[in-house]
């Protein structure tokens, strides 16, 4: 029981000579897995090498199951917006996607997107057989020459940005790897074919210029079954006639905050951004460029020191606007990242994206989100202290109503793209190594099934994390079987340790993976335990924020609902759009040192409620004291920005509470600290 030795982990990666056995599929197509991979190695690329193997591989849709807080999360989204949005939405129910006269390009492919892995992480019939249905009328509308319906006449007459087929490809290919239904992965495989001719008549321009490397994940994922080599070439001609992050990113454009009511540009644009940095762990799989195992973490420290949130986000209110709390996130842009940080996890295998994932979902995602998933945000603020219908905004280019808590607030795009966060959570928290080992990479209470070495086997994870600090593993192999079981430290978890059966516990090493290689008999139960400790960052303006484990806090607020926009279209209850405002003082600041946080902090464990992303369900509290300031007020419908410098007051002390961010529907977060 050791470290992960990560040169060793990485060293059949890099000469590209390792094979795989995919972990999650059932074990009866192991062999057909293995038949496939010697394919591709006897097919291989134009430089005869194939595609790169990543560090990590996700495992098969459904072969984990959610359990403990989790499951009631998915739930509530299967019997919110995402179970039902095609029962009254016409943009998803009557699309033409599906025969019908409505939208026909991205936002039925987007719900898909999110619908297919909840239904089958949830292993829900009903939802199963709903989006199959779909999925059948998509197929089933594409022509011989591999052009979808709702497309055709657009590719016909005039030059199509073909971000749409990139997503729908994208989409079909979850379906096929979840039910193994053929009709879909030949759909694809005609799709991707008729591209080639395509990008030789009219290269990419508009969205699919800047989302270009999503067409390599269906592509990628049928030349891992064919072993064709034309699919790594139509993969190269995406990147090459696809925006050059890389080169973006060495210069100065985005580093400057897009001006309030500024100018709309596809540079800055922050669901493109989010998307991104997936892009250079796609492109290294094709030629193992170093430049691109380097470029994410770049990337991401750019956008932190000049647009960081302490959810783990960055902003951006259409465009990239900075780093002041007041200034927005589009949901989208949360989902997209989310689904970026799984994509660079598995490939590179690095423990600080899966820090980064959880921060992310943990805070950012459910907060943007109403507790009973049935409304959601355009734009989520880190210090929201009211929700309104707001024309003396100062977003970069969004409208009035981009943070209601609504069914298409602002813009209709995050109503339909919203659903993939959690579910493509959960089905990542896992992941197979590739010496027929399990790597918990995230963490939340889960069950994973998979076969090591023909032996299926079954881990489960029983914890409240990240409300609490403990987390129980059980390993059980059918029959004895020796494999690796991989476990991710977070960085801030100092003092971190694991105990197998009834030896002592050992410490590990924050910021790594920790290796338990042994065989495994019957069942094993593995304790972490992962101290949580106050943490308090200094942000825009020296104001403060208080950080414990993977959660962020926020000032728990009492809350006033309003319902608005009644003569609109489809907002029917439950399915509605509402303003919030406070019904009590927002505008503290904190007495608190961050040097020493444990002195001005204490935490509190609570029950994990129903809904556990809640005001009334938050799994943890934290009491700390301040004063009202009555110089910070409302500025342009928003709380002003935070004072900045050291503040004083003569209002008397007050004990506050927190809650985690994700938990709340308005909020301070970050907080001006006073003289003491």
């Known amino acids: 029981m050791q470290p992960l030795d990560r040169r060793r982990f990485l060293k059949s990666v890099a000469t590209g000579t390792s094979a795989w056995v995919l972990s999650g599929v059932p074990t009866s197509n192991a062999n057909g897995q293995r038949d496939r991979a010697a394919k591709r190695e006897a097919g291989g690329d134009q430089a005869g090498r194939g595609l790169a193997e990543p560090v990590l591989r996700p495992l098969a849709l459904g072969a984990i199951r959610p359990m403990g807080w989790l499951a009631r999360q998915l739930r509530i989204q299967a019997e919110g917006l995402t179970g039902h949005l095609d029962e009254f939405w016409p943009d998803v129910g009557r699309s033409q996607w599906f025969g019908g006269d409505a939208e026909g390009w991205e936002r039925a492919p987007y719900w898909l997107d999110g619908a297919i892995p909840l239904a089958w992480g949830l292993n829900d019939e009903r939802l199963k057989a709903k989006v199959s249905s779909y999925v059948d009328e998509i197929v089933r509308g594409q022509r011989p020459d591999g052009v979808y319906g709702p497309l055709a006449a ?87 006639q696809g925006t050059d992050y890389a080169a973006l990113y060495a210069g100065e454009g985005v580093t400057t905050p897009t001006p309030r009511r500024g100018r709309w540009t596809w540079d800055k644009h922050v669901v493109n951004t989010a998307m991104a940095p997936k892009a250079a762990a796609l492109s290294w799989r094709l030629d193992r460029r170093d430049e691109d195992r380097k470029f994410p973490a770049q990337m991401l420290a750019t956008l932190d020191r000049y647009h960081g949130q302490v959810t783990g986000m960055f902003t951006g209110d259409e465009c990239l606007a900075g780093t002041n709390p007041v200034q927005g996130t589009e949901l989208c842009a949360v989902v997209e990242f989310l689904y970026s940080l799984e994509v660079l996890l598995a490939t590179f295998g690095d423990a ?30 880190v210090n929201q202290v009211q929700c309104t219908i707001n024309p003396d905004h100062m977003w970069t280019t969004n409208g009035a109503e981009s943070n209601l808590y609504g069914l298409e607030p ?20 896992w992941m197979a190594t590739p010496d027929d080992g399990i790597a918990a ?34 390993v059980q192999p059918e029959r004895p079987a020796a494999f690796p079981v991989v476990l991710r430290v977070p960085a801030w978890a100092v003092g971190a340790t694991v105990q197998v059966a009834d030896a002592s516990p050992i410490p590990m090493t924050p910021g790594t993976f920790h290796r338990l290689e042994r065989e495994w008999r019957g069942q094993t139960t593995v304790r972490l335990r992962f101290p949580m400790r106050a943490r308090v ?19 728990l607020l009492e809350e006033r609902w309003h319902r608005v926009n009644a003569d609109k279209p489809h907002r029917e209850l439950p399915h509605a759009d509402f303003e919030v405002r406070p019904a009590s003082p927002w505008d503290y600041g904190l007495l608190i040192d961050p040097g020493t946080p444990d002195a001005g902090l204490t935490f509190e464990q609570r029950p994990v409620g129903d809904r556990p992303f809640s005001p009334d369900g938050a799994g943890m509290a934290a009491r700390v004291r301040g004063r009202r300031l009555p110089q910070w007020e409302l500025a342009h419908g928003w709380a002003a920005e935070v004072p900045p410098g050291v503040q ?29």
């Open 648 to 676: 004083s007051s003569d209002e008397p002390l007050e004990d506050l509470t927190l809650v985690p961010y994700g938990c709340t529907n308005i909020r301070v977060t970050e907080f001006p600290r006073l003289q003491r």
């Open 537 to 555: 960052s200094v942000r825009y303006n020296e104001a403060v924020a208080i950080e414990h484990g993977p959660l962020v806090y926020s000032l």
């Open 154 to 240: 657009a590719t016909d007459t005039r030059p199509y940005d073909l971000w749409a087929i990139l997503l729908v490809n994208k989409m079909l290919v979850q379906h096929h790897e979840a039910t193994g239904d053929e009709r879909t992965l030949r759909a694809v495989e005609a799709s991707l074919r008729s591209l080639g001719p395509s990008l030789a008549r009219t290269p990419l321009f508009g969205w699919g210029k800047y989302r270009w490397f999503e067409g390599l994940i269906p592509a990628f994922y049928l030349y891992e079954r064919t072993g064709e080599a034309w699919l790594l070439e139509l993969a190269r001609t995406l990147r090459r």
């Open 441 to 474: 990479v995230a963490y939340a209470p889960s069950e994973a099934r998979f076969t090591s070495a023909g032996v299926p086997v079954t881990v489960t994870l029983e914890t409240d994390y990240p409300f609490r600090d403990e987390l129980t593993v059980s």
């Open 352 to 381: 600080a994206w899966g820090d980064r994932l959880e921060r992310v979902a943990f805070n950012a995602l459910p907060a943007t989100f109403t507790p009973d998933m049935w409304a959601h945000q355009y734009d989520q603020q």
């Open 410 to 429: 602002n813009y209709g795009c995050c109503t339909s793209n919203m659903h993939q966060g959690w579910p493509k959570f959960a089905a990542h928290l």
